[in-house]
């Protein structure tokens, strides 16, 4: 089974609208964290946000925040603002406290920001 | 500059010539790990290291070889490349093995193997 679901193959968002990018996830750990990462078309992996599966507040980081539902296994990005350099590969991945430490990661979302 | 330093970007090379990609970090952390990005696979981890002369096998590890002589650097070993191995690769590394540790990514080195 998928541990890490992104089911936006890609998103279209205006300059300065919000955009929210989906990601559910599946474990029997306890303990996770949950990260997002971008990848601009020059390939590198950027980290964005982290959330803990213990954090009773979501994540913020600047434009960035992390929706969490703990119940309903979903951690989606929230980006406010939208720039025209947000443009991108989107990442959510997995670290789990069993293992080899890894991360898993979804598929991915590429956002597109239109002018 | 905090930062993960992989060498080299690019690389095309031919069937079976040995090569390294180096991989080296300035941040003092424990856990290094390599990953290879395929279209339609996403990311994948090749092996990773909990620190000096502890490695261990990730979900791909055939036809690499890795080495954590020192704590900053991991490389990554290809004894006898093959066009299956063509991929974007990674090094990452982070302060420990925690699910709280988010991994620091190089910027990634192009392998095309002819």
């Known amino acids: 089974a998928q541990k890490i679901t992104q089911t936006q193959p890609g998103m279209f968002v205006q300059e300065k609208e919000a955009v929210t990018l989906d990601c559910t996830y599946d474990?029997?750990?306890?303990?996770?964290?949950l990260f997002w990462y971008k990848q601009p078309s020059s390939g590198e992996m950027i980290f964005l946000i982290y959330?803990?599966?213990?954090?009773?507040q979501n994540a913020t980081e600047g434009r960035y925040s992390l929706n969490f539902q703990k119940a309903r296994k979903s951690a989606n990005l929230v980006i406010s603002a939208s720039q025209l350099g947000d443009s991108a590969m989107y990442f959510c991945?997995?670290?789990?406290?069993?293992?080899?430490?890894?991360?898993?990661f979804g598929s991915g979302t590429r956002l597109q920001v239109q002018p | 500059e905090a930062q993960v330093t992989q060498n080299p970007r690019y690389l095309i090379t031919v069937t079976g010539k040995k090569l390294t990609v180096t991989c080296s970090q300035n941040?003092?952390?424990?856990?290094m790990s390599w990953y290879r990005q395929d279209p339609g696979l996403g990311l994948r981890q090749i092996y990773y290291?909990?620190?000096?002369?502890?490695?261990d096998k990730g979900d791909v590890p055939e036809g690499y070889k890795v080495s954590r002589k020192e704590k900053r650097n991991f490389p990554l070993i290809l004894e006898s490349p093959s066009p299956n191995q063509t991929s974007l690769y990674f090094c990452?590394?982070?302060f420990g093995p925690g699910s709280n540790q988010p991994q620091h990514f190089g910027d990634g080195t192009r392998l095309s193997i002819l």
């Open positions: 990452a590394s982070s």
């Open positions: 474990t029997s750990d306890p303990s996770y964290g």
């Open positions: 959330q803990g599966s213990y954090d009773q």
């Open positions: 991945a997995m670290r789990e406290v069993a293992g080899r430490r890894a991360l898993t």
């Open positions: 941040m003092n952390h424990e856990y």
């Open positions: 290291s909990m620190n000096v002369e502890v490695t």
